[in-house]
């Protein structure tokens, strides 16, 4: 209790100081950026803003900002304020007759609005601002995160100053606030740098680099979410040809890349696969423009906008990178079966009426109410399975379905599954599957290999690569290809940390490695 006691009066005089100062200007603006923040308006305004900036690196940083302040605000404000029910600060308001008690003198200029009549301790609005400040900081460039840092400050700030809160009371929801963003890592693992390949300087790819994009010829599928990316190319890459792709996407590829040094694509990953697959076969370096829904592939290189791959298109620095085969077709990501499979071909099915992600929604509600488990021969041992991915490369991601690799030429296959004992119901899958962290759960197996064989148990198997689904009537050979592909990448990747070979596969399991992990 002494110790409480000296705590409390250390407070009351830190508030007594700052109650005491005068700082031109901010009697105006302190009360009108605390008045703003109430109810988490001036975050959500500003993830808002972020959203329709159309960039994917904004887009997750607001994404994660408001997931901070779901996590921040309701402990703050309900859980907080409850369990310990301190008082707010007891405030005489310079210059009008009546006062509440005696107490500090804190200027009326200061206090434009009632004062809260909630429980003091912790700020809740301090901690909103600590978690989405902090949540953003792990997604957004400093350009972004400096000003709004400087916000979250003048609004914790201004919670003292306007006689709204102790000191304390905001340095406990200041920290709240940050392990509310803290926690989001947990949950939703940040994006790390872009992998890393065997990186090299053909004397193709170089001799193929020119300012204006010459012997540059880019296929644009905009049916895979292409956009209006022609204007911004013509304007950067002005002598390099650009091709609207035909109904035959394979062979407006063929045909492009018989008249090209450089072979550009902008889609989606089904797109950049069949792109790759042409690059592969003619030995070309290929030139990633992200244009789909998700671009796995590109980001992965660290290629996220269409001035990102100009970018890395003139700064010449070329990456070579593994691609795994389902038997003859390549894929650059993932390939999977069960589950996934019918979750795919719903939304194909789908979307023409209701649009990509509507469509994504219903088809998964109703995936998870009706599918059953697929039974497939997995290196000769028959495995019933509710969800299985296979990746191309090591993934770091602990959940079934791999989010990011750090390097990109590793010669392994990454295997992931959830397998359906009869223990295991499809409730316990499904959440297990959105949880992330299936390696806590019974059936979940994993291992490394470098190379694998799969075939459907009662006839053919649904298979799909890099969302792109066939049905197969034999077994496939799932195989690797070592640094096969060649592709622009931004020149920082390049640094001689990151020229070292990757470790060695000191886990890649000989056999089916079809024991837990």
Known sequence: MPLLQRASRLDQRAFDAVAAARLTGFEYVLPRLSRVAD??????????????TRQPRLRR????????LGLASPIANLAGKQLFRRHRPLIELSGLSSTVGRGTLVPSARVRWHLPTSPSFPSGHSAAAAAFTGALAMEAPKSVVLPVGVAAAGVAFSRIYTGAHYPGD??????????AAAVTRVIWPTRPAPAGGVWSMPADAVAGVSSDGAGVVVVINHDAGGGDVSRVLRAELPAAEIVEAEDDLGKTLSAAADRAVVL??????????????????????????????????????????????????????????DVACAGKRLFLNTASFGAYTELVDMRTRLEGRLGKWPALAVAAVRVLRHTEPTEVYVEGRRLRVWFAFLGNCRYGSYGVTPTWRRHLADGVIDVRLIGAKRHISKSRAVASLLIGHLHLMPDYRSWRS??????????????????????????????????????????????????????PDDDVADGPGLEAS
């Open 39 to 52: 109810h988490s308006v001036l975050w959500m305004g500003i993830a808002g803003g972020l959203a329709v």
């Open 61 to 68: 940083a607001a994404l994660r900002g408001v997931f901070a």
């Open 170 to 179: 905001v340095l406990a929801g200041l920290a709240l606030g940050a392990v």
């Open 264 to 321: 550009g694509v902008c889609g989606g990953d089904g797109t950049v696969n069949a792109a790759a697959e042409v690059a592969v076969e003619r030995g070309l370096p290929l030139l990633v423009i992200p244009g789909g829904t998700l671009n796995h592939f590109a980001r992965a290189i660290g290629l996220e906008t269409v001035k990102d791959a100009i970018t890395a298109y003139r700064g010449g620095a070329v990456v070579r990178v």
């Open 450 to 503: 470098t190379s694998l064989r799969v075939s459907g148990a009662d006839g053919p198997l649904r298979f799909a690569c890099d969302g792109e689904v066939r049905t197969t009537d034999g077994p496939i050979e799932i195989t690797k290809r070592r640094a096969a592909l060649a592709v622009f990448g931004p020149a920082r990747l390049a640094e001689p940390s990151r020229l070292s070979s990757p470790r």
